[in-house]
């Protein structure tokens, strides 16, 4: 194969390579050859409102940021535990999940994504639009608060937009975040978990179509935060796609978690709860 140039090409190496030494052998000298320009495509992305698709483009700037997210799935399988024994391996793992263990370190892999310009942000207390939750201890009180009890991997930005969020364990009584639930559910807008179902645009596609998925943008600016921008229906319009059923809550808390957090009698009958909705919460 061809010395990777691109970022889809890139996460083809990524995905098969089965030696020891990723980083070393893939990453690092990937970057020695192309971070500079890499660097200077996404830049675009890191101010909110500054880029917007006026027509399509094969590969443009929304299609490039998801398959670098692509490459960060792929990197975050090394922090992530397995399915529980006897869970029937989601479709997203029977495509995609490599046979073979990715591992890269915690600093291989902020090292990587630093050089491409994103930051780790570090946020104490729990927020879904930093965290995503990867395991919840169950407190016995069911309405104590959601708290963090550890982070397994970082959460990165670029600029203002959110590149990936920080996987979390965290105590949390039922009725805010359900063990089994907020862990386990559907998670959307995603491409891969190893402890998880994920889903995104690409699944189900061919081996080019796939990449025409757009990846999902989150900004936190000045004065709000702006949950999947380029979304065509506002979180409050009437939704087109059937889901009248779900509560304006219950409709909060799938764009911000991208997954059910906790038992509802409307979300086991919704497969992908997370329809084409943007969501702007003020910041206090």
Known sequence: MLAPTTFRELYDVVHDH???????NVLSPWLDKHADAARELLVPLAVCGEWQRTEYVWGDLLEQAYALSRISDLLLLSFQPGLPDGTEPPWAHRLHLPEHEVRVTADEYLSFFSVLGLRQVEVAQFDPFFH??????????PDAPIEIVAERWPCLMLGEMLFGRAGVTVRAGERLATAGIADRSMLEDTFLRRHRPTNDGSLGWGRNSQWKTDFRRDYLTADAYRFNVDANVDIDEESPFGDEKLTPAERRDLVRHRCAVRRSEHLPQHENPVVDWRLTVPRK
């Not at 089965?18 to 070393?24: H, I, N």
């Open 18 to 24: 089965t030696g020891p030494a990723l980083f070393s």
């Open 132 to 141: 995503e939750i990867a395991a919840v201890e169950q407190s016995d009180d």
